[in-house]
T-cell receptor, first 109, second 114 residues
Framework: GENVEQHPSTLSVQEGDSAVIKCTYS??????FPWYKQELGKGPQLIID?????GEKKDQRIAVTLNKTAKHFSLHITETQPEDSAVYFC????????FGKGTKLSVIP | DAGVTQSPTHLIKTRGQHVTLRCSPI?????VSWYQQVLGQGPQFIFQ???????GRGNFPDRFSARQFPNYSSELNVNALLLGDSALYLC?????????????FGPGTRLTVL
């Protein structure tokens, strides 16, 4: 089945700096790549997604890039704020979602 | 608009017991998926239901079962509970069956097995 690797597992940045989280996947049939943010005690919240016919997508301070040849995609958060602190998950889909193990992002004020 | 709702919020059971978890999807969504999230890990797919039929199953034992009702709400049942079943159980709804449809998650049910 699909295998999704996510790095780093933890990330600490100063408020205002950028954060980058990277994921690789194994199944070349994957065609949908969402990113979720999970705060303590809550379910995952979809923050941005990209489909295989697009290389990059941006929504305000958040952007996602996709390289299908290399089978990797990344989440970029600019001008980080304390409220960005959470666990972030990448996922791919071939039928159903397969998640990475998550990245705990801490934004230090 | 109401999002995905799940009940109960928390549940404590003992080994060998049975549990039923419930989920109501976003209005208009016909697909419900269930995931298990063990502490410190990403959610792992258990089932997908669409139009009351099972459309996908993850690598979970037969102790896990589910169903979807005519109003598209869903139940997840787990029999003969094991300590390792302790986890956050998440329900997600989407408008369609295709894997590239956006999935929206509920807050989850925290199950503790003693």
């Amino acid at each position: 089945g699909e295998n999704v690797e996510q790095h780093p597992s933890t990330l600490s940045v100063q408020e205002g700096d950028s954060a980058v989280i990277k994921c690789t996947y194994s199944d070349s049939a994957s065609n949908y790549f969402p990113w979720y943010k999970q705060e303590l005690g809550k379910g995952p919240q979809l923050i941005i997604d990209i489909r295989s016919n697009v290389g990059e997508k941006k929504d305000q301070r958040i952007a996602v890039t996709l390289n299908k040849t290399a089978k990797h995609f990344s989440l970029h958060i600019t001008e980080t704020q304390p409220e960005d602190s959470a666990v972030y998950f990448c996922a791919t889909t071939v039928g159903q979602l397969t998640f990475g193990k998550g990245t705990k992002l801490s934004v230090i004020p | 608009d109401a999002g995905v709702t799940q009940s109960p919020t928390h549940l404590i059971k003992t080994r060998g017991q049975h549990v039923t978890l419930r989920c109501s999807p976003i209005s208009g969504h016909k697909s419900v998926s269930w995931y298990q999230q063990v502490l410190g890990q990403g959610p792992q797919f258990i089932f997908q239901y669409y139009e009351k039929e099972e459309r996908g199953r993850g690598n979970f034992p037969d102790r896990f079962s589910a169903r979807q009702f005519p109003n598209y709400s869903s139940e997840l049942n787990v029999n003969a509970l094991l300590l390792g079943d302790s986890a956050l159980y998440l329900c997600a709804s989407s408008s369609g069956l295709a894997g590239n449809n956006e999935q929206f998650f509920g807050p989850g049910t925290r199950l503790t097995v003693l």
